[in-house]
């Protein structure tokens, strides 16, 4: 079975402040990576996206990939009260059948 | 309607039941899939389907069975469910089956009591 680590906090953040999300993942062979919000009661919604090492930055949003250390990290700038929701990391090898995702992070960024 | 719908939102089912979710995406995907999402545990995915085809069935139950009649459109028939399948039930499409980049519906949330 892939695994997908994510800590499941509550992750606490003053307004205005940075969010670190972080996320481990066992498949080396694992290709693509996802950052999904999912807000409480609400659907998944895709948020980010990377396939290359490095940082990719969306907005307020930056993922950041490092495949030799099996980890993906989203991090969310001048967090807002609006962004307090579970984010969750999904992990892909060959083949949508093969998207794994972590239990998710809640976050709460207090005004 | 626009993206991924699904119906009913809210469920509940006796054990001796047979009901069906439905899902609907005004995407134009050509995949679909059912994911189950239980407190605390990891997105399970449970079917994938890729142009009307089933291409994959992570070893779910057969009190689950599911329909695809045209890629706009898929079904979870469910019949002699257990407590524990109580959850919410998520659809959701890509592009094609090779895309990782799902969109979800709301989510049906079943309680079987």
């Known amino acids: 079975q892939k695994e997908v680590e994510q800590n499941s906090g509550p992750l606490s953040v003053p307004e205005g402040a940075i969010a670190s999300l972080n996320c481990t993942y066992s498949d080396r062979g694992s290709q693509s990576f996802f950052w999904y919000r999912q807000y409480s009661g609400k659907s998944p919604e895709l948020i980010m996206f990377?396939?290359?090492?490095g940082d990719k930055e969306d907005g307020r949003f930056t993922a950041q990939l490092n495949k030799a250390s099996q980890y993906v990290s989203l991090l969310i700038r001048d967090s807002q009260p609006s962004d307090s929701a579970t984010y969750l990391c999904?992990?892909?090898?060959?083949?949508?059948?093969?998207?794994?995702f972590g239990t998710g992070t809640r976050l709460t960024v207090i005004p | 309607e626009t993206g991924v719908t699904q119906t009913p939102r809210h469920l509940v089912m006796g054990m001796t039941n047979k009901k069906s979710l439905k899902c609907e995406q005004h995407l134009g995907h050509n995949a679909m899939y059912w994911y189950k999402q239980s407190a605390k545990k990891p997105l399970e995915l449970m079917f994938v389907y890729s142009l009307e085809e089933r291409v994959e069935n992570n070893s779910v139950p057969s009190r689950f069975s599911p329909e695809c009649p045209n890629s706009s459109h898929l079904f979870l028939h469910l019949h002699t469910l257990q407590p524990e399948d109580s959850a919410l039930y998520l659809c959701?499409?890509?592009?094609?089956?090779?895309?990782?980049?799902?969109?979800f519906g709301p989510g049906t949330r079943l309680t079987v009591t």
């Open positions: 990377i396939y290359s090492n």
């Open positions: 999904a992990v892909g090898g060959t083949g949508a059948n093969n998207l794994f």
């Open positions: 959701a499409s890509s592009g094609d089956w090779s895309s990782y980049e799902q969109y």
